[in-house]
């Protein structure tokens, strides 16, 4: 029975399972985007993100804590120099997920997870969506002062 063993074990050894994390982590840092399958995108997600929070507060205590999952000395230098500045204000969810198709060989489903930060064509879409609101209680409003005038010219 697997009572409350919650990760992807993504039919791999603990160790090997460890060490593809951690590479996948380094390249997703180092690349901001990366395509992969969906299960392994996933599991990357659980492992990374905590990784991105630490990184916020850049301690020497964090450094080392991020390091020993990472062991790469340029990928912890990129993380805490330029991916934790974009990362400050977000309370979390650093990566997205985004689905891409089926693998043709194998049909396994794949995806592009990538940094939230980074992607500059989501960025702009956003802004442009926030600026332009509608009001529902518009219309109505608009129609009761359209008979209201049309009410004042027919009262002249």
Same mark, same amino acid.
């Given at each position: 029975?697997?009572? /409350?063993?919650?990760? /992807?074990?993504? +039919? ?10 951690? /590479? ?23 492992? *990374? ?12 205590? /964090?450094?080392?804590? *991020? ?8 990928? *912890? ?14 309370? #979390? +969810?650093?990566? %997205?997920?985004?689905?891409? #198709?089926? %693998?043709? #060989?194998? =049909? ?11 992607? @500059? ?8 969506? !926030?600026?332009?609101?509608? %009001?529902? =209680? +518009?219309?109505?409003?608009?129609? !009761? @002062?359209?008979?209201?005038? *049309? #009410?004042?010219? !027919?009262? @002249?």
């Amino acid at each position: 029975m697997r009572h /409350n063993k919650k990760f /992807n074990h993504l +039919g791999r050894k603990a160790n090997h399972r460890a060490s593809m994390l951690s /590479n996948m982590a380094c390249s997703l840092i180092m690349h901001k985007r990366i395509h992969t399958t969906l299960a392994k995108a996933k599991a990357l997600r659980i492992y *990374v993100e905590p990784l991105l929070t630490r990184a916020k507060e850049d301690t020497q205590a /964090n450094r080392r804590l *991020v390091f020993s999952e990472l062991k790469q000395k340029a990928v *912890v230098t990129e993380l805490f120099q330029n991916v934790s500045e974009k990362i400050a204000n977000r309370p #979390g +969810g650093y990566t %997205r997920i985004l689905r891409t #198709g089926f %693998r043709q #060989g194998d =049909a396994a489903e794949m995806c592009l997870i990538e940094l939230v930060d980074y992607n @500059e064509n989501m960025l702009k879409e956003t802004k442009k969506a !926030a600026k332009k609101s509608t %009001r529902r =209680a +518009g219309k109505k409003a608009a129609k !009761a @002062e359209e008979a209201a005038a *049309v #009410g004042a010219q !027919a009262a @002249e």
